[in-house]
């Protein structure tokens, strides 16, 4: 497989430390709203890479941490009237519910900042021992000037960096550049006993010191969204590196940015949407599907218009999916013909395409196309006369290569086709017995359901609309 590194800027062979094994991880929520669209890109990126590592046969141990130590949480907590810890704990459950409908994977272990001060605080002397840190009346900041390899994640140079930085003649830093360790204690704000005084850690650290306790000193794999590149994961590496000496992830990689039509997404220019928000007009499967059908690294124009097209793209999958269902319930033959099992040995292709398409920097976007394509052979070739050994097949390959993107998992609702079925065979008798007015009727409550009748071939079929 190979991955575009941002470290060094091109497509590099995935080589894990470890064989067969992967560490990754990647940067979570600051649990203090529900998250948006921007935010759900990554989410959806790295759990599509953690499946399809182990799809491919690698034994992931993938983190995702949850910021619950941050300004934004103090601030909704003064404005919720509740403590730090509430406000904290009742966005992690809000997290876990659009995650769930997202369709992302639990990550094998979501650490907290306020559950890792022991390990944010052992850093932060190391670093301080190691004249990368220093104290100012407790407040505890990193010498950038110190680590020689600053920058080299953003590719820009201490120098230019310097001559842009502003400088806040307040300030008590050494140099504009140098960033929070550790930050003293404030009124009303949640703190932790430490060498420096009372006080609770800085934004950057918790990432390294979560990192290095549950995957080690060095990962494989460390993933975001652009926009962390700098200054979040360019501090990160000068923590990690600067405190053990060594790499601190051999793969960096970053998902595109979102535009809203055609806008950068601003919370100033009101183009900003929640999830929680899109949930009310739209299947949250369809935004997986819509952003899973633009390569990750690919800058994405986020409309209702596109969200349509998606909407569209995964009824087709859908389709196929309760096809085959369908063609299995008629099937009648229990042994492949001679055309059905040269059919199924050449439906391999299909696989190796999707493989490649994969394995070249995870494109999703080649990968459904040749989802689509495997679609369209499905629905030339097998019809209510079809076996059950080709129907079989062609339902194992259509899941396998759908499950690895997290795409049409869902399964039939069985109390609610009882219901439509149960309403189909009353129409099918009142046009029998040309009682039209119960048919239309009929037909208007099934669509009042939410459910639209097709006339096939095989007979009358339906789905939501």
């Known amino acids: 497989m190979k991955l575009y590194n941002t470290l060094t800027q091109k497509k590099e062979t995935f080589v894990p430390i470890e064989a067969g094994k992967v560490r990754m991880y990647s940067c979570g929520p600051t649990v203090y709203n529900y998250f948006h669209i921007g935010n759900a890109r990554p989410f959806i990126v790295f759990d599509v890479l953690r499946r399809f590592l182990e799809y491919t046969g690698y034994e992931v141990t993938f983190i995702q941490n949850f910021t619950d130590v941050d300004d934004k949480i103090i601030n909704r907590s003064h404005e919720e009237g509740i403590s730090p810890q509430a ?27 306020s559950e890792h001060i022991p390990e944010i605080i052992q850093m932060i002397k190391t670093l301080e021992e190691k004249g990368l840190a220093y104290n100012i009346g407790g407040n505890v900041y990193y010498r950038v000037d110190h680590f020689r390899d600053y920058g080299k994640l953003s590719k820009q140079s201490i120098e230019d960096l310097k001559s842009g930085a502003r400088i806040d003649i307040n300030d008590e830093k050494q140099s504009p550049l140098d960033f929070a360790l550790w930050k003293k204690k404030k009124e009303g ?40 590149i700098f200054p979040h994961h360019e501090n990160e590496i000068a923590q990690s590196e600067g405190s ?33 928000d899109i949930a009310k007009t739209f299947d949250l499967e369809v935004v997986r599907m819509f952003l899973l059908m633009a390569h990750y690294r690919s800058p994405v124009n986020f409309s209702e218009p596109l969200l349509q097209q998606a909407q569209t793209a995964l009824e087709r999958l859908y389709t196929a999916k309760y096809q085959m269902l369908f063609l299995l319930e008629k099937a009648v033959a229990a042994t492949a013909s001679e055309d059905e099992i040269r ?80 309403l189909i065979e009353q129409r099918q008798a009142a046009r029998k017995a040309k009682d039209f007015k119960r048919s239309d009727e009929i037909r208007d409550q099934l669509l009042a359901m939410g459910i639209v009748l097709e006339d096939t071939r095989e007979g009358v079929k339906w789905k939501k609309a």
């Open 343 to 422: 059919w199924i040995t050449a439906l391999d292709k299909y696989k190796k395409s999707y493989i490649e398409a994969m394995e070249d920097d995870l494109n999703t976007a080649d990968a459904i196309s040749v989802i689509f394509e495997l679609v369209r052979e499905l629905n030339t070739f097998l019809d209510e006369n079809s076996s059950k050994p080709a129907i079989l097949a062609a339902q194992a390959l259509f899941g396998e290569l759908t499950t690895v993107l997290g795409l049409a998992v869902k399964e039939k609702e069985t109390s609610l086709d009882a219901d439509v079925e149960a």
């Open 87 to 113: 406000v904290s704990e009742k966005y992690i459950r809000e997290y876990f519910v659009d995650a769930d409908a997202l369709g992302i994977k639990r990550a094998s272990l979501h650490p907290k900042v």
């Open 244 to 276: 053990c000496g060594k790499p601190f992830a051999n793969y960096w990689v970053h998902n595109g940015y979102i535009n809203i039509n055609n806008e950068k997404m601003s919370k100033s220019k009101g183009n900003f949407f929640t999830v929680r």
């Open 189 to 228: 704000e949640p703190y932790w006993e430490s060498p420096w005084g009372q006080g609770r850690p800085g934004w950057h650290i918790e990432c390294s010191a979560m990192s290095r306790k549950h995957l080690g000193e060095t990962i494989d794999i460390h993933g975001g969204g652009q926009d962390l």
